[in-house]
């Protein structure tokens, strides 16, 4: 009887397993990270009395916006869609005489037959679908049960100290690998993962990770008032804190930080004014307007003195004599503190071959740009005995006359010019004419 039970039991499993399925996943809510898909099963469907956790090949997954579907064959992902659309599952585990080629289908259904015999008529296998809620899960909140220490940093008036904060905001993340959250989290759910599991543990490690997140944030030098407007910096830096436990452990990432105004505990931010008016005084000229402000004060306190107001004017007196400085001179030290004016630019000098035409043009080139006009050619120099070289008729330095030029021979009996013109020899080398007045051209 158990023989034939099981074998009665294995061939009406098959065949009721024979139906492609459907599976869809109506919109998760934002409480909820993981859902297990189920079939959808109509009033007129005959696909009523199929195994559960099985998936017949050629079935249809749907997959929506904002969703991630993977498939679990034997408690391992073996396959994953994150496109929005029909996804068809096509393997040969469970065969499907609706699907494929018939004639396989139907050998490999009877391989199935004998596998199910074997299990007592039990499937011996388990298929299922999850759905993933890609979308970013929002409205986290979070708070500093202990004041957190943030570094102070202002270089230009060398301020560096450690205050404590207090904050309070929310932030939101989302499942950007969901491989690793079904492996490493929630494992084979039954029906749902929520938030609500995981969210005491997300909230401690997050407010841990604040602080070595406040100390990348110092190092651009924002003050604490100035954090919440640096959000997109503050998700950078806990993503890169929580790197190892959220993004590599479970798949998640931080999206996006929120937070309320930074509080200070009052002695931290009359430390940080001091600190800055302090800076601020190295100045000369601002200790000198600080000064003006307080001797104004001091002249009228001096005036309502009650023992007149000469015996005030006189201790104002004394006390300024006693520090050392006045105000005229912090300002003649802020005076010669100040950079020296940069000099008027010198006019550019004219090219060196730049003209000036009749017309009024300056050109650079051979003729005039706008008339046409050819470059004058230059006047011809001569150097006076005393060296200055002139252009004109007498000399700029000594004012001796520009010499006359010699004049320059040539053999009128043979056309034998000499080597230099000007001092010819006195008897042509070529035909023996002597050289005279006749020869000069």
């Not at 496109?83 to 469970?94: A, I, L, M, N």
């Not at 499942?175 to 084979?188: E, K, Q, R, S």
């Not at 651009?220 to 997109?232: F, M, N």
């Not at 520009?402 to 053999?411: D, G, I, L, N, Q």
């Amino acid at each position: 009887m158990g023989l034939l039970k099981a074998g009665i039991g294995a061939l009406s499993g098959v065949l009721a397993d024979q139906w492609r399925e459907f599976f869809y996943c109506e919109a998760i809510d934002k409480d909820t990270i993981v859902v297990k898909g189920e079939k959808r099963i109509g009033g007129r469907s005959s696909n009523t009395k199929g195994s559960d956790n099985i998936i017949s090949n050629g079935s249809i997954i749907a997959v929506a916006d904002g969703q991630c579907m993977i498939i679990v064959e034997q408690g391992k992902v073996v396959d994953l869609c994150a496109e929005p659309g029909e996804f068809v599952y096509d393997t040969s585990s469970e065969p499907s005489i609706f699907y494929g080629n018939l004639g396989a289908s139907i050998k490999e259904t009877f391989k199935v037959l004998g596998r199910r015999f074997t299990f007592g008529g039990d499937t011996g296998r388990d298929q299922r679908v999850y759905y993933f809620n890609t979308k970013e899960l929002i409205d986290n909140k979070f708070g500093t049960p202990t004041p957190i220490p943030f570094r102070v940093v202002d270089r230009n008036i060398g301020l560096d100290i450690d205050v404590s904060v207090r904050c309070s905001g929310v932030y939101s993340y989302k499942v950007a690998d969901p491989i690793l959250f079904y492996t490493n989290v929630c494992g084979n759910v039954s029906r749902s993962y929520s938030r609500s599991e995981i969210e005491p543990q997300l909230k401690t490690e997050f407010i841990s990770a604040l602080q070595p997140a406040f100390a990348r944030i110092s190092e651009l030098e924002v003050r604490p008032s100035q954090i919440p407007a640096h959000a997109k910096e503050l998700s950078d830096a806990m993503n890169a804190e929580l790197t190892e436990k959220w993004s590599e452990l479970r798949g998640l990432e931080i999206v996006s930080v929120a937070m309320n105004p930074i509080t200070l505990p009052e002695e931290d931010q009359e430390m940080i004014k001091k600190a800055q008016l302090a800076a601020i005084n190295r100045d000369p000229s601002m200790a000198g307007a600080t000064m003006v402000g307080a001797t104004a004060a001091a002249m009228q306190s001096a005036a309502a003195n009650e023992n007149g107001a000469m015996m005030g004017f006189m201790g104002m007196g004394m006390a300024t004599q006693a520090g050392g400085i006045n105000t005229q001179g912090l300002y003649n030290m802020a005076a010669q503190q100040q950079p020296a004016a940069p000099a008027a630019p010198a006019p550019a000098a004219p090219a060196a071959d730049e003209w000036t035409c009749v017309c009024g043009t300056k050109n650079t080139g051979k003729f005039c740009k706008e008339c046409g006009q050819p470059k004058p050619a230059a006047p011809a120099s001569w150097t006076c005995s005393c060296g200055a070289v002139n252009t004109g008729r007498f000399c700029t330095e000594c004012g001796r006359p520009k010499p006359a030029a010699k004049p320059k021979y040539r053999c009128k009996k043979c056309g034998f010019v000499p080597e230099d013109p000007t001092n010819p020899p006195k008897f042509c080398p070529e035909c023996g004419d002597p050289f005279d007045e006749n020869d000069i051209e």
